[in-house]
């Protein structure tokens, strides 16, 4: 991931304020993010906090948290990539469309701008453009991941079909052979 120079360099009071409230600005991102799902699920989502019982909320709350943590902080691409990846790759395998999969990651310019709103620090000069860059980034390597994810979806499924053709061609042969009969074949009567 490739960041511009001015968001690596982003840094200042205004920032350093907003790192303060990282923590109320994942919390916030989460909210808007569960929005989106049907209203019995983000409850579910919210709540329950074991991630053997809630995966999904437990890998979205962890890597949002880290993702805030690097919208306001160091911004590591290594790291970002990561996060970004454990939601993108829940996301590629629900039903909903790149826009959709991709969209929670603009919530965290809401987010960020309601944790301004609320006296977490306005970021001075170029700090909140810097911090709206990298959101920006995210987006952009969130939505490559999600493409290369259902790439893989549509690969696995492509091969799933080849076998099953494949095992059928070889159902459909040993039935042809004489001495051959498919199971649960009546050896009396002629196809």
């Given at each position: 991931?490739?960041?511009?120079?001015?968001?690596?360099?982003?840094?200042?009071?205004g920032?350093?304020?907003?790192?303060?409230?990282?923590?109320?600005?994942?919390?916030?991102?989460?909210?808007?993010?569960?929005?989106g799902?049907?209203?019995?699920?983000?409850?579910?989502?919210a709540?329950?906090?074991?991630p053997?019982?809630n995966?999904?909320g437990?890998?979205?709350?962890?890597?949002?948290?880290?993702?805030?943590?690097?919208?306001?902080g160091?911004?590591?691409p290594?790291?970002?990539?990561?996060?970004?990846?454990?939601?993108?790759?829940?996301?590629a395998?629900?039903?909903?469309?790149?826009k959709?999969?991709?969209s929670?990651?603009f919530?965290?310019?809401?987010?960020?701008?309601e944790?301004?709103d609320?006296?977490?620090?306005l970021?001075a000069?170029?700090?909140?453009?810097?911090?709206?860059?990298?959101?920006?980034?995210?987006?952009?390597?969130?939505?490559?991941?999600?493409?290369r994810?259902?790439e893989?979806i549509?690969?696995?499924r492509?091969?799933?079909?080849?076998?099953?053709?494949a095992?059928?061609?070889?159902?459909?042969?040993r039935?042809g052979?004489?001495?051959?009969?498919p199971?649960?074949?009546?050896?009396?009567?002629?196809?």
């Open positions: 991931m490739t960041l511009p120079a001015g968001a690596r360099a982003a840094g200042g009071p920032l350093e304020a907003l790192a303060a409230r990282r923590s109320a600005i994942a919390g916030r991102w989460l909210a808007l993010t569960l929005e799902y049907p209203a019995p699920t983000a409850r579910l989502l709540r329950e906090t074991d053997f019982r995966p999904v437990h890998t979205l709350r962890q890597a949002l948290s880290g993702l805030a943590e690097e919208l306001v160091a911004m590591d290594a790291r970002v990539a990561a996060l970004l990846d454990s939601v993108v790759r829940i996301r395998v629900q039903d909903v469309s790149a959709e999969a991709v929670f990651v919530l965290a310019r809401q987010a960020l701008r944790e301004i609320s006296g977490g620090g970021p000069g170029d700090g909140l453009a810097a911090v709206e860059a990298r959101v920006d980034e995210m987006a952009l390597s969130a939505f490559d991941l999600f493409m994810c259902r893989q549509h690969a696995i492509a091969d799933e079909a080849r076998r099953r053709t095992l059928l061609d070889r159902i459909r042969e039935a052979r004489p001495g051959s009969e199971a649960g074949a009546d050896p009396g009567t002629a196809p």
